[in-house]
């Protein structure tokens, strides 16, 4: 749908991942390149409050050089198991079935991304994965399911936790998980760890070395040994311009707290004004792929798989995502 939406002289959109496999990543970006309209995939979170927060924190150079970032999507999606015939747990389920690996990379990976100005100065270079057993979603059929029931009659193979490491040609490094399974809070973990500090979220906390707002009782600094969790003061000084001028207006239409009216709004302002979008073809061929090369390590004794370059080496001169305003 996207080809032929490019094919016929129009912008395409696409939900999260942008695509199943490489070679349907690159027909995506030969298409976009050479039909010159835009395909990006609608990573939403990159446009929370928080997220944005923090690649303005990044651009200020408050954490100093970065070193390592942490990303997940960890989200406790067993009950989706009981919508056997429609929404989504109707087709969801079956993954577990047929792939181990990270099912589902972009919502943590594609902030930390844009901190890390991956296909805009860095790039990918190559990842390893591993996958814990899968236990979870078998004995979830088996306690929620009649014993004949076609839930119980499913061989679960994709690990319950799936941990990604990949290495960026900078040398940086960033954690994925991947985990729908198992008993635990929601995360999306966006850490971010720089030579000066971290930021670290769910729930959100900040530790600096130099130039930390945190304070102690008497009003001295705040060593970084501790972790700050009042964040008023840093929404103060480091809310993003979009999140200033937008915020009370995404909140009140909704969506994911309001990321996605901002990712739809900042869509239509682009295009009006001939802007590139914050998000390209390029990102979001690089963030879906994930699943794909989490797969290839695995089923190679979690040996390391090379990223494709889907920028063709363009990343190299390509320009940091600024910090706009509305």
């Not at 591993?130 to 929620?144: D, F, K, N, T, V």
């Not at 399974?181 to 500090?197: A, E």
């Not at 590139?276 to 798989?305: C, F, H, M, P, T």
Request: charge should be neutral; glycine fraction near 8%; hydrophobic fraction near 35%.
């Amino acid at each position: 749908m996207a080809i032929d939406t490019m094919e016929s002289g129009k912008h395409a959109f696409v939900e999260v991942p942008l695509a199943l496999t490489i070679e349907e990543c690159w027909q995506l970006v030969d298409t976009a390149e050479r039909t010159q309209k835009n395909c990006m995939m609608m990573e939403n979170v990159n446009y929370g409050r928080d997220e944005l927060m923090v690649l303005n924190m990044v651009r200020q150079g408050l954490f100093g050089e970065l070193l390592h970032g942490e990303a997940a999507y960890i989200h406790e999606l067993r009950w989706q198991m009981k919508e056997i015939e429609h929404k989504t747990g109707s087709w969801r389920t079956y993954w577990h079935t047929k792939r181990n690996g990270n099912l589902y990379p972009t919502h943590g990976l594609g902030p930390v991304s844009q901190y890390m100005n991956i296909n805009r100065g860095d790039r990918f270079d190559y990842l390893t994965s591993m996958s814990s057993p899968a236990l979870g979603r078998q004995r979830y059929a088996q306690r929620e399911f009649p014993s004949d029931h076609e839930r119980n009659q499913l061989h679960y193979i994709n690990g319950d936790i799936n941990t990604t490491l990949i290495k960026t040609i900078k040398g940086r490094t960033i954690m994925v998980q991947h985990d729908t399974t198992t008993p635990r809070p929601y995360s999306r973990h966006n850490l971010i760890q720089g030579t000066n500090g971290v930021f670290a979220g769910f729930p959100n906390r900040i530790a600096l070395e130099t130039a930390s707002l945190s304070k102690n009782s008497d009003g001295s600094p705040q060593s970084y040994h501790q972790w700050d969790t009042d964040m008023n003061k840093w929404y103060a000084k480091y809310d993003h311009p979009l999140w200033q001028q937008m915020g009370v207006e995404a909140q009140r239409n909704g969506g994911h707290g309001g990321m996605d009216f901002l990712m739809l709004w900042r869509m239509v302002y682009c295009l009006r004004n001939g802007e590139a979008l914050d998000q390209d073809v390029y990102d979001g061929a690089a963030w879906s792929v994930v699943s794909i090369l989490s797969e290839q390590s695995l089923k190679n004794r979690s040996q390391s798989v090379t990223f494709p370059d889907f920028t063709r080496g363009m990343w190299q001169q390509g320009k940091p995502l600024g910090i706009v305003g509305a």
